[in-house]
């Protein structure tokens, strides 16, 4: 590595070293190679951020099991030592930090330090998180407090959940919406929508309760939001090296493959959840799905009257097979979103 680096910065390229302390791992040894490297490394620049255990990110559920995490969400910003691996402390990481960013050797000018990685300073107050929820009181809670960390407002519409969702989403901070009854994903996501569009709310982040989806990868949504608000912006799931069930794999499959071809184009992961919908423009496409469908339908609509459709490739989370709680029944839900297209290509235009 060290003489690629060096090969790097003798053809005129700058080089910068992005490093993390503290990870589960750690240890007195691995904070010496890490400051090792950078005494010799021929690095232009050197970011060091703090290990943070956002809540959604796989680390989050097992942290603890690796050292001592305090969950102060006004320090998780990866600029605080928040988790301490075990045989460390707060004070040995600190003296490793500052000794990381000292003089270096080899006449190699001292490294600019910089701002830490992390969330926002203030999350923003104009696109609002939009969490579609149903039985799902062990995660919702984790889900809103990292969607706080992006945005000023979170509405979770609760789709008549029999255990504590609500109490629990409300708890970490959001603003709760409830069906009396179950009526489907679908339905949720109008229902907040509308809310939101009520307020004078412009953009919706759209994620599930179940954890799936990372606060971390929320900023490569909205900067894509950013450069075409009037456009549907769908996370593409990442699913390489992930186990997923055969009948959900297939419907997934089905339901993509079939989508492009009817509608002529490519269209972004249709069945992510994970999304920034202009508010004010999906409302007017006219959905009806009420579950799963949704958001294919969504999709179709928005290409047939030239909406922009974004896909942006996110990390996902997928527990083991075991562990995981999902809602979406392959066979039923899939047959449901044929159902949706043949309605709304019997509707077209010119048909």
Known sequence: MLETLRR??????????????????????????????????????????KFTP???????ATVREHGRFVEDWERMN?????????????EILERAFRRAYGPRAGG?????????????????????ALVPAYDAAATVGAVVAGARL????????????????????????????????????GAALGTGLRALAARG????????????????????????????????????RRKTGHAIKRANRFGNWLSDRLL???AGRRLPDTQSGFRVYPVAATLALGTRGLRYDFETEVLLLAARVGMPLVGVPVRV?????????????????????????????VAAPGR
């Open 54 to 60: 956002y809540p959604g990110t796989p680390s989050y």
């Open 260 to 262: 492009r071809a009817l």
């Open 317 to 345: 989370h997928y527990p083991p097979i075991a562990e995981r709680v999902s809602h979406f029944r392959p066979w039923r839900d899939t047959l449901r979103i044929v159902a949706t297209v043949v309605r709304v290509l």
């Open 150 to 185: 992006h945005c000023a407002t979170v509405l979770v519409v609760d789709d008549g959940s029999a255990d504590a969702t609500a109490a629990v989403a409300a708890a970490a901070g959001a603003e709760v919406v409830r069906h009396a009854a179950n009526r489907g994903k």
């Open 201 to 236: 709310i412009a953009r919706a982040l759209t994620l599930d309760a179940d954890g799936q989806h990372l606060p971390d990868e929320i900023p490569r949504l909205l900067a894509a939001s950013d450069a075409t608000p009037a456009a549907i912006v769908v996370g593409e």
């Open 108 to 128: 190699v000018r001292r490294a600019r330090v910089l701002t830490a990685a992390g969330p926002p300073a203030s999350p923003r107050g104009d696109v609002a």
């Open 78 to 90: 990866a600029m605080h030592w928040v988790f301490v691996p075990h045989g460390l402390s707060p």
């Open 8 to 49: 790097t910065r003798a053809a005129g390229i700058r080089t910068k070293g992005l490093l993390m302390m503290a990870h589960p791992t750690e240890s007195e040894d691995s904070l010496e190679e890490t400051i090792a490297f950078l005494r010799t490394a021929p690095l232009d620049l050197v970011q060091i951020t």
